[in-house]
């Protein structure tokens, strides 16, 4: 865990975010080419979290990894916090974060979502439930890293289960 937020384990093997901001990464092993399936849901409007992908080690703090990795963006707001407005599709869930802007998809909060997010070469995809949603194409950060859950702010609290990684 890098940063002051965290994550507490709940039943039924899912977890959840608190106390953020903070990221949740995997130390292990670095990632290049992969599919990565997830479920999450939020509990409030307002709850706000990420996937990130091909991030270095962050160490003490979460920043240096989300800007030198992606994130694909859990917010159904779809909040700008340079403009400080919502419906930025830069900023909603799906989107790779101010790379590559999002289709809303989203369940209704309280309800269980699933990503699907593939990593190959400079190319990200993500879908929603089942729908296409993002698409970054040429990307130009990393191509190879660590993978991490963001918890984003106090009072926050996204939930997440059944996380699974494909190589390709």
């Not at 909603?92 to 989203?106: D, K, M, Q």
């Amino acid at each position: 865990m890098a940063g002051h937020g965290g994550f507490r384990t709940l039943d039924g093997g899912v977890i959840e975010s608190f106390g953020g901001p903070g990221l949740f990464w995997y130390a292990e092993r670095a990632f290049a080419d992969f599919t990565l399936s997830v479920e999450w849901r939020l509990h409030d409007l307002d709850d706000n979290s990420g996937i990130v992908l091909r991030c270095p080690p962050p160490g003490d703090e979460p920043q240096p990894a989300i800007d030198e990795g992606y994130e694909v963006q859990i917010d159904d707001r779809g909040f700008d916090p340079q403009s400080r407005s919502t419906g930025s599709p830069l900023h909603l869930t799906g989107a790779v974060y101010t790379l590559a802007p999002a289709a809303p998809h989203s369940n209704p909060v309280g309800m269980w979502n699933a990503f699907e997010v593939c990593a190959e070469g400079p190319s990200i995809t993500v879908a929603l439930n089942g729908h296409a949603t993002s698409r970054l194409e040429h990307g130009t950060r990393r191509r190879s890293g660590h993978i991490g859950l963001q918890a984003h702010h106090r009072g926050s609290a996204v939930q997440f289960r059944n996380l699974s990684i494909n190589l390709h």
